[in-house]
């Protein structure tokens, strides 16, 4: 059966948003005293929940995660969300996926606000039936509850014609809750052998080996 309902995970699968979320952590972590970890630490933050990171990478208490999320998105809702620059190829995919009429949708950890902001921007906000991720006041917010939102704005005839595109874990797993299918990509900042051992139901290596699978 034909994928007639995509959702796209955001950062590092529709944007490559790194040195904007790299800068944003390492504001952060001044703000909090603490020395800036390796740039494999520091990009590992792409993707997963901003609690998630800086609770496994420094052991933060509750209190000061809470923190340490405000900061990161004081940063990056004034500087860093503007550095995303969209993936090669990207856009002609979700050009072909209209000409198909599909409904497209996001759900991302990024805040809402942001997501939208980054899309107007590249104009490609007219794109999307449905935009969610996460709110502004620094709470954790599971993938599997942005991918459901969309789920529900899309009503969709059957769950087998919908599938979850994303480079981390958090999008493959959050998927499988929900009985949906999943693309995983490494083109990301997902690692490769944490994605094949989440069992997405397909993997695409390249932009262009998504793009085979869903269209």
């Known amino acids: 059966m034909p994928y007639n ?20 952590v390492k504001y952060a972590l001044d703000k909090l005293q603490i020395d800036h970890p390796s740039e494999e630490v520091l990009t590992s933050f792409i993707g997963p929940p901003l609690h998630d990171s800086f609770q496994n990478h420094f052991g933060l208490s509750k209190d000061d995660t809470a923190y340490a999320v405000v900061k990161l998105r004081e940063y990056y809702g004034d500087k860093g969300y503007m550095q995303s620059k969209p993936y090669e190829g990207i856009f002609e995919i979700i050009k072909a996926l209209q000409k198909q009429h599909k409904m497209l949708g996001i759900a991302t950890a990024k805040p809402t606000k942001y997501a939208h902001s980054i899309l107007v921007e590249n104009l490609w ?30 009503n969709p005839r059957s769950l087998e014609e919908c599938v979850m595109i994303g480079d981390t874990i958090y ?7 929900h009985n949906v299918d999943s693309i995983a990509v490494d083109y990301g900042y997902g690692k ?18 998504m793009s085979r699978i869903i269209l």
């Open 192 to 209: 490769t052998r944490d994605l094949k051992d989440a069992r997405p139901t397909h993997f695409a290596h390249t932009v262009e080996e």
């Open 5 to 24: 309902y995509v959702i796209f995970d955001f950062d590092g699968t529709l944007f490559d948003s790194r040195i904007g979320i790299v800068d944003s």
């Open 125 to 154: 906000d007219s794109c999307f039936h449905s935009i969610h991720g996460s709110k502004l006041k620094g709470e954790l917010f599971p993938k599997e509850k942005t991918i459901g939102e969309v789920l529900v704005d899309f």
């Open 171 to 177: 999008d493959i797993k959050g998927a499988q809750q």
